[in-house]
């Protein structure tokens, strides 16, 4: 089954309609990267730094990251990278960097909350972000995103480092595009501002299903209740994706939802044709992509959109895909 898979590495990602989709990876690391170039990702949609920066015993310098930026921009090549500056805190520690001991540290002091208070460290990690970006086509995405201010600090920030830049005579890509991941209830609310200040979105739908139903996605006693299909989430997801296109930005998915197969009919029928998965579920997406019509993925789709109960749409999504097989 595996290897009839990997027949499908360099095939085009579209339906039996031939709607077309970009399916890209989720990477941690080079190696994931070597994997996901492998099974014929079209690019990285998300790029973990963080683990740039555990199992060490410092934060990593400029140079390393730019190193690593560079290489991965490299591999890619035309395909876009898009490098999500740091997001620990929460479930993610580094050894050398002291965490305050909180009672909710997923609603604590992490991600861009961290880099803004860090400016030092945020400022480093931004550096080395332009300075790749002349090697390939690198976007920059902001994580954890809850307010305008935010962005626009975190923006401000951007343009101190690129000045400092352009000072010294360092090159960078001046049209880098900059976009933010919404995976905060509070961003889909404002998602219309939030797509006046950035060049795409891009949905964390782990979070966003933590944040929204208020289930901890890391809580084995409470994982029956984390529904990615519930209804408020694919609400939060239509508005998300109906704002980003009212502004004409581009906007895409990069939560584990994505990965799922069942999704597919979903992104079908919201015009969403960005999609960036682990790379072990790039070709199971793409087998299914190939196998379904979207004009009938639309009408399950559809459905979807209007069910109340919060396991309708995964069955009816499930059944769709039993009967697709
Ligand atoms: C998400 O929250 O959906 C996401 C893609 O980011 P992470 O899983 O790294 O928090
Ligand atoms: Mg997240």
């Known amino acids: 089954k595996r ?4 027949l499908l590495s360099t095939v085009v990602a579209m339906t039996r309609d031939r709607v077309r989709m970009r399916l890209a990876s989720n990477i941690s690391s080079v190696k994931e990267l070597d994997m996901a170039l492998k099974y014929g990702a079209e690019g990285v949609g998300l790029f973990r730094t ?3 920066y555990m199992d060490r015993k410092a934060f990593p310098t400029e140079e390393e990251q730019y190193e690593v930026y560079k290489l991965v921009a490299e591999k890619v090549g035309e395909h876009p990278v898009v490098i999500r500056t740091l ?15 909180e009672q909710n540290p997923f609603l604590g002091y992490r991600a861009i909350r961290i880099c803004l208070d860090q400016k030092e460290m945020f400022k480093t990690q931004l550096r080395a972000i332009l300075r790749a970006s002349v090697h390939g086509n690198i976007k920059m995405m902001f994580p954890m995103i809850s307010s305008i201010e935010e962005v626009r600090e ?30 905060v209830p509070a961003a889909v609310m ?12 891009s949905i964390g ?62 992104w079908l029928e919201l015009g969403v044709s960005d999609l960036s998965m682990s790379p072990q579920s790039l070709l199971k997406v793409k087998h299914r992509m190939l196998n379904t019509t979207a004009s009938e993925a639309r009408e399950v789709a559809k459905q979807c959109f209007r069910n109340r109960e919060i396991t309708e749409s995964e069955k009816q999504l499930t059944q769709f895909l039993d009967r697709n097989i």
Not at 3 to 6: H, I, K, P, V
Not at 88 to 101: R, V
Not at 235 to 249: D, H, K, L, N, Y
């Open 3 to 6: 290897e009839q898979l990997e």
């Open 50 to 52: 963080e683990f740039l």
């Open 87 to 101: 997001d620990i805190g929460g479930d993610k520690h580094l050894d050398y960097f002291q965490l305050p001991e």
């Open 154 to 183: 975190a923006k401000a920030v951007l343009e101190e480092v690129k000045a400092d830049l352009e000072q010294h005579g360092i090159p960078y890509d001046r049209g880098l595009p900059v976009g933010i991941m919404i995976e």
């Open 190 to 201: 404002i998602a219309d501002f939030l797509a006046e200040e950035v060049d795409f979105f």
């Open 205 to 266: 739908t782990n979070d966003l299903v933590q944040y929204a139903l208020a289930v901890d996605r890391m809580n084995e006693q409470i994982a029956h209740l984390y529904h990615p299909y519930h209804p408020a989430v694919l609400r939060m997801i239509r508005m998300t994706v109906e704002s980003a296109q009212a502004a004409g930005i581009g906007v895409s998915v990069c939560g584990e939802l994505a990965g799922d197969e069942r999704s597919l009919p979903l």
